[in-house]
């Protein structure tokens, strides 16, 4: 690679990262760095509305898609008024008014972390095919393992994804509770229990499984579709009679349609009585591990033999980077019983440390970077004032969508996911969340809680204040009428 300021020999080297006869690397990184450096900027401070995307045939025309992949064209010149285009063209997760995912509008660390990465390119899975971002994810994952409590012998590994992380817990848990499936597959015994609520990737994993989707046996909630502790030994009495035994339980904190979390410890016990794998969903809430405020909201997690963890969300990474944590490490390495010989080595100081026998991908990205670098610049404290304020400050928009005729919320939040509604009619719930998108006005998202329709908030941007939700109240009361 050559020196991008003094620039390197014309032709071999044009076009590498940091490369090019005339420093290309440095001018095309200077626009994009001063492009999105104003764009998060104007989307901060409302300056421009939220996006609605124009229909896809449109937009691929609009940014000459079809033309740049075939003709090319796109040079230092071009980027410029291009960046802008395609930017314009970006939901603005730093927006106020960009209230609809769980998708964090990334903390600077983790997109500069991005932007070394891109540049150099450290596949890491293997020690010696990126030793700096390999090191990385190994001490993020050893903390992680330490924020949820666990004893000596823990461990996990980062990957693309909560859902990816889901499938990979189960598959350590079928591990455990069937060792031979991965030679033998398996037979229709097993069965994983699950609340309705849980994530669809749960769902989707156990069919990916082998298992059948038949073999998600429903965990009884309340009408705020909690797991009912009280309920679990009707479910494993079905789950018997149904002639299987149970692989896994399922919890979730929090909850992704609601924001409500289980009762951890109470769930807990009741797996350790039965020796069923205890698992708990914690893609969204684990951040709330670094809050003294709201830790306990997570009471009993260390009694879990997984968790998985997306700093995605609330440790504003940008995305992916999931994390997949067992008690017993052990576990994830005795589930992918298979070798790649000219990967896996056999003995340690020929490949040096490797994270193949305990994940799905191959070449996986430096994910690791990501969540070290905010954990270094922020410190778990900055971190968990973060949860804190959003958590806070959607009790505050409870608060006030309670007071305004016409309004209700399912329930007092317990994160910074609030669902509420305008009149009760489920149909009005999903046009005006139509037509505030339409406006350009806010972003949300809608959800079924119970058979009932509700809109969805999920509060990222620590842009979002009282005044936000006060004009939402407002847009929502004028929209309503016409609709
Ligand atoms: C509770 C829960 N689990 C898993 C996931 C899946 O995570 P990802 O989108 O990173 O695959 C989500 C995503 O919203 C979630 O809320």
């Known amino acids: 690679m050559t020196d991008a300021r003094a620039g390197g020999p014309a032709g071999s080297e044009a076009g590498a990262a940091g490369g090019g006869e005339d420093g290309e690397y440095q001018r095309l990184a200077e626009v994009a760095v001063s492009a999105v ?67 964090a509008g990334p903390d600077v660390p983790s997109a500069i972390a991005d932007l070394v990465q891109g540049g150099i390119n450290q596949p890491m899975s293997i020690y010696e095919m990126g030793p700096a971002a390999h090191a990385m994810e190994r001490v993020v994952v ?40 991965w030679t033998e597959g398996v037979d229709g015994s097993l069965a994983v229990l699950a609340p309705p609520s849980t994530h669809y990737s749960v769902r989707r994993s156990v069919a990916m499984l082998g298992l059948g989707e038949r073999a998600v046996i429903d965990l009884e909630v309340d009408e705020l579709e909690r797991i009912v ?26 909850a992704t349609s609601t924001g409500l979390h ?89 490949g040096g440390s490797s994270l193949l026998e305990r994940q799905v991908e191959c070449t996986k990205a430096a994910l690791g970077a990501r969540i070290f670098m905010t954990l270094a610049f922020r410190g778990p404290e900055g ?52 037509q505030l998108l339409r406006d350009r006005l806010f972003h949300l998202s809608s959800t079924e809680v119970n058979g009932e329709r509700w809109l969805r908030m999920s509060v990222m941007a620590p842009a979002t204040t009282e005044e936000t939700v006060s004009g939402l109240l407002d847009a929502i009361e004028a929209a309503a009428p016409a609709l």
């Open 37 to 103: 450096a104003q764009y998060v900027a104007e989307s901060q401070a409302a300056e421009k509305p939220v996006g609605a995307p124009p229909p896809l045939p449109e937009l691929i025309e609009t940014l000459q898609l079809r033309s740049l992949i075939r003709d090319g064209g796109l040079d230092a010149d071009a980027f410029e008024p291009w960046l802008e285009r395609m930017l314009d063209h970006s939901v603005r997760l730093h927006h106020p008014a960009e209230i609809a995912h769980q998708v």
């Open 142 to 181: 050893e903390w992680m393992c330490e924020q949820v409590g666990w004893p000596e012998g823990a461990g996990g590994v980062l990957t693309h994804g909560g859902s990816l992380a889901n499938l990979t817990v189960l598959l350590a848990a079928r591990g455990a509770a069937a060792p031979d499936a």
């Open 229 to 254: 502790p009280g309920a679990l030994d009707d479910a494993l009495r079905r789950c018997r009679d149904a002639g299987r035994r149970p692989m896994a339980l399922v919890a979730a904190s929090c």
């Open 262 to 350: 289980d009762d951890l410890e109470a769930i807990g016990a009741f797996c350790r009585e039965h020796g069923i794998w205890f698992h708990v969903d914690a893609a969204h809430g684990a951040p709330a591990l670094l809050s003294p405020a709201h830790r306990g909201l997570l009471r009993g997690i260390e009694h879990a033999d997984s968790v998985i963890w997306d700093a995605h969300k609330m440790m504003r990474t940008s995305a992916l980077a999931a994390a997949v944590l067992v008690r017993d490490e052990w576990r994830l390495e005795a589930a992918f019983r298979q070798k790649a010989a000219y990967l896996i080595y056999e003995e340690a100081d020929e």
């Open 383 to 434: 971190i968990g004032r973060y949860v804190a304020e959003q958590y806070d400050k959607t009790l505050r928009f409870w608060e006030m969508i309670e007071e305004r005729e016409g309004f209700d919320c399912l329930s007092r939040p317990e994160s910074n996911i609030l669902c509420f509604r305008y009149g009760r009619d489920g149909q009005l719930q999903v046009r005006l969340r139509e």
